[in-house]
Nanobody, 124 residues
Framework: VQLQASGGGLVQAGGSLRLSCAAS????????MAWFRQAPGKEREFVAV???????YYLDSVRGRFTISRDNAKNTVYLQMNSLKPEDTAVYYCAADGGLITSSVRYARAYHYWGLGTLVTVSS
């Protein structure tokens, strides 16, 4: 299984970015797909998940600003990030798992597959 994240970069506060994560080696439609982030000196933090049935969950601080979506035909999950804030600065990782229970979707340790991260820097 490979997860390839892309789309990070430098943006001013208030701006937007769209992250993509292309998956291979798995039956994509059967997997829950998530985004986590890790800021310098901090633990990895759940951002959003889109389940195989397209139910979504978000970190409270990004709800209303970020939108997670998936294209099962392209084996890709997206994270549209609007109204970005300096505190959104982090390395963003995509993750996948095929056997999550609802109570575990926000926990990094629950995910079996991880991609390399993409850096998002939001300047003030």
């Amino acid at each position: 299984v490979q997860l390839q994240a892309s789309g990070g970069g430098l943006v001013q506060a208030g701006g937007s970015l769209r992250l993509s994560c292309a998956a291979s080696g798995l039956t994509f439609s059967r997997y829950d797909m998530a985004w986590f982030r890790q800021a310098p000196g901090k633990e990895r933090e759940f951002v959003a998940v889109i389940r195989r049935g397209s139910i979504t969950y978000y970190l409270d601080s990004v709800r209303g600003r970020f939108t997670i979506s998936r294209d099962n035909a392209k084996n890709t999950v997206y994270l549209q990030m609007n109204s970005l804030k300096p505190e959104d600065t982090a390395v963003y990782y995509c993750a996948a798992d095929g056997g999550l229970i609802t109570s575990s979707v926000r926990y990094a340790r629950a995910y079996h597959y991880w991609g390399l991260g993409t850096l998002v820097t939001v300047s003030s």
